[in-house]
């Protein structure tokens, strides 16, 4: 059965630990502000855009300029702790990705509810079409836009 994961972590290395030593590689330290960037994303339910990031910052005092909060975004992305989506909405959303399993998405173009979703037949379908092509995949994204069952129900 196929399973991707996203960057495993060493073992009793957390996301504080993955994003210092990213960090590190790139000459750049810890600060508190990327750590309150880090724990607010963390700590983020589903789906989440930069905006709504830096509103739950502020409602928890914990103050953070917007340029920091975006190039923070892009340092957890790069350290395999979060994943930019595109969800066809004009602006990026990001989940938590660390210690979780592969999933696609299937998002509705009327409400924008993002649905998670995990598929051994698709995932063992896109091996076959790779070894078929000859292509070593290192990832992938895979989004189905439609309409939901609640957006679907309500035009009837």
């Known amino acids: 059965m196929p399973s991707i994961r996203t960057k495993a972590a060493e073992p009793d290395h957390g996301p504080e630990e993955r994003l210092r030593e990213h960090l590190k590689a790139h000459n750049l330290r810890m600060t508190p502000e990327r750590l309150m960037v880090l724990q607010g994303a963390m700590s983020q339910a ?3 855009d930069a905006d709504e990031l830096l509103e739950s910052l ?15 975004l892009d340092h957890l992305a790069e350290a395999g ?7 066809g909405e004009g602006h990026a959303r990001f989940e938590s990705v660390f210690d ?9 173009h009327r ?6 979703f995990v598929s ?5 379908l896109q091996e076959e079409v790779c070894k078929q092509h000859g292509v070593l995949a290192l990832g992938h994204v895979h989004q189905i836009f439609g309409i939901c069952r609640n957006c679907q129900t309500e035009r009837t």
């Open 58 to 72: 502020r409602q928890s005092n914990r103050e953070v300029s917007r340029a920091t909060l975006y190039r923070t």
């Open 111 to 116: 409400c924008g509810a993002v649905i998670e």
């Open 81 to 87: 702790l979060v994943k930019r989506h595109h969800f």
């Open 120 to 124: 051994v037949e698709i995932e063992t």
């Open 46 to 48: 589903g789906h989440f």
């Open 100 to 108: 979780r399993a592969h999933h696609d998405h299937m998002v509705c």
